[in-house]
């Protein structure tokens, strides 16, 4: 199985900030990488598809970027709403992993 | 509006069986592969496997092989996940989930809000 190894595993921040959460694959897989944002009692939601590609309806400050078998998520002027946690999650080779998760907190 | 509208959750004991359901609403129901994700305190969002509503290939995860099956029937546009013997290991929350594809790369992009299932004796 890949292992996806994301981090910080939580991290504080404050409303305007400018944050980044990154995922280390084990193995190279191009921009077979997806984020997902979860809040609690909720199903995770599809932020972030190939890496790059910003789901419909998401916010333009979420971006994703990609080098080598690291891809970044970075929050750019954070909001309220924003406060949860982020999963990576790859489709590079079955079976399909996740990251641990990064929760955001205040 | 594109749905996916999951049975309610279930109490069991260890070695019962267990069938919970995820009805599709909105789309075509043969055109988009269905995953089942469990999610845990322990070990967070796991994949357990895929099926095509099309053709209803299945590929599981070999984590879940032999332990888990997947079903659908078309005619309802539901996706099923059946135990025959439920372990106490298998207390999870349980998400239905949409593939979405781009140039061959998966992502879910419909999730259902899940089934809470608890194996206690």
């Known amino acids: 199985d890949i292992q996806m190894t994301q981090s910080p595993s939580s991290l504080s921040a404050s409303v305007g900030d400018r944050v980044s959460i990154t995922c280390r694959a084990a193995?190279?897989?191009?921009?077979?990488l997806n984020w997902y944002q979860q809040k609690p009692g909720r199903a995770p939601n599809l932020l972030i598809y190939?890496?790059?590609f910003l789901h419909s309806g998401v916010p333009s400050r979420f971006t994703g970027s990609a080098s080598g078998p690291e891809f970044t998520l970075t929050i750019n002027n954070l909001q309220p709403e924003d406060f949860a946690t982020y999963y990576c999650?790859?489709?590079?080779?079955?079976?399909?992993?996740f990251g641990q998760g990064t929760k955001v907190e205040i | 509006e594109v749905q996916l509208v999951q049975s309610g959750a279930e109490v069991k004991k260890p070695g019962e069986s267990l069938k919970i359901s995820c009805r599709a609403s909105g789309y075509s129901f043969t055109t988009y592969r269905l995953s089942w994700v469990r999610q845990t305190p322990g070990k967070g969002l796991e994949w357990l496997g895929r099926?095509?509503?099309?053709?209803?290939?299945?590929h599981y995860s070999p984590s879940f092989q032999g332990h888990v099956t997947f079903s659908i029937d078309v005619s309802t546009s539901t996706a099923y996940l059946r135990w025959n013997s439920l372990k106490a290991s298998d207390t999870a929350m349980y998400h239905c989930v949409r593939h979405g594809v781009v140039g061959g790369i998966f992502y879910f992009d419909v999730w259902g809000r899940g089934t809470l299932v608890s194996v206690s004796s």
């Open positions: 099926i095509d509503p099309s053709d209803s290939q299945i």
């Open positions: 193995e190279s897989m191009s921009n077979y």
């Open positions: 190939a890496a790059y």
């Open positions: 999650q790859q489709s590079y080779r079955i079976p399909w992993t």
